[in-house]
């Protein structure tokens, strides 16, 4: 597959042309989710794209008891409100290994929403809590404990696997930010917003909006269409017009460079909160940030 630029791969000029979006007369924002967030705005008449490093925090890498989406995950969690118990399920109903990208934002919007931590993402219930524990030195919460596992220790998620989290989500929704203001638009333009790739079949929309990952706009606008850089590929492997129209899309992307952005950093430093330093970008987003109480 053509690749527009260094950061932005064939994988996505591959997704685009499965999605059709370069067609549509529909303002859409396309996103797949991964080490690099590659995003694409656009439709029939013009796409600009751009690359942010979201680092591998999504697909598990740098947490503590991060995972892929695999046997075991803990894919969906619930915290109770009083006892922040989590209440969790995981792929294949198999006993917890560990936690994958949709179960850590499940988790960080639980966190934040029950008023376990702050919008600094720091932890605001004391050290002695039931569900707190100390981890070579740091701070942790505890996701499953050791009689709940099939191994000695204890699932649990740090102050710094928060930390990894936050800045993640912090690089994608700026990177949105910068390529909707490019255009001269705001998030209420966008009349689709298509997720793609594993991570984001198992996402959910409001808790992704609840940390500020994903903008805060209708959620009938959200569409998921599953792993598109493959399916893009099948088409350009059947289909001779379909590789020349790959190349059409590559050729007409216009590729917004964010590595020596000022701006990127600025709006990367104000999305570093939950959901973000300006609250009036979430208007759907209702905290509790009480201080937390003890468990009885």
């Keep these: 597959m053509p690749g527009p630029a260094s950061y932005v791969g064939g994988d996505i000029v591959s997704g685009v042309l499965y999605t059709g979006m370069h067609h549509s007369d529909k303002t859409i924002l396309f996103i797949d989710v991964g080490t690099n ?24 890498g740098g947490i503590r008891w991060g995972m892929r989406a695999e046997d075991g995950a803990i894919e969906k969690i619930r915290l109770d409100p009083k006892t922040f118990e989590p209440e969790y399920e995981t792929v294949e109903g198999k006993p917890p ?38 981890l070579k030195g740091e701070t942790a919460f505890v996701i499953a404990s050791s009689d709940q596992v099939d191994f ?24 949105f930010t910068i390529l909707v203001r490019e255009v001269g638009m705001d998030f209420s333009a966008i009349d689709q917003m298509i997720i793609t790739g594993g991570f984001g079949e198992f996402l959910d929309i409001d808790k992704g909006v609840t940390i500020g990952l994903l903008p805060d706009i209708e959620r009938n606008k959200f569409t998921y269409m599953g792993n598109s850089s493959i399916a893009g590929a099948y088409m350009t492997l059947l289909s001779n017009t379909c590789r020349r129209e790959a190349i059409a899309i590559s050729n007409a992307m216009t590729y917004l460079d964010f590595s020596s952005s000022n701006t990127f950093m600025d709006e990367f430093t104000k999305a570093q909160f939950l959901p973000h330093t300006e609250l009036k970008l979430f208007p759907g987003v209702h905290l509790n940030q009480a201080p937390a109480a003890m468990a009885q």
Excluded: W
């Excluded at 967030?37 to 942010?52: D, H, K, P, R, S």
């Excluded at 639980?110 to 932890?123: A, H, N, P, S």
């Design 37 to 60: 967030g590659e995003i694409v705005l656009g439709n029939g008449e013009f796409l600009i794209t751009a690359a942010c490093s979201a680092g591998p925090a999504f697909e598990g």
């Design 97 to 134: 290994r560990g936690i994958c990208g949709s179960g850590m934002i499940d988790l960080l919007s639980e966190m934040l929403v029950k008023g376990v931590i702050g919008q600094d993402g720091r932890f605001k219930i004391e050290p002695e809590h039931p569900r707190m524990t100390e």
């Design 152 to 175: 000695d220790e204890a699932i649990v998620f740090t102050q710094s696997d928060i930390r990894s989290l936050v800045l993640s989500k912090a690089a994608v929704y700026a990177g």
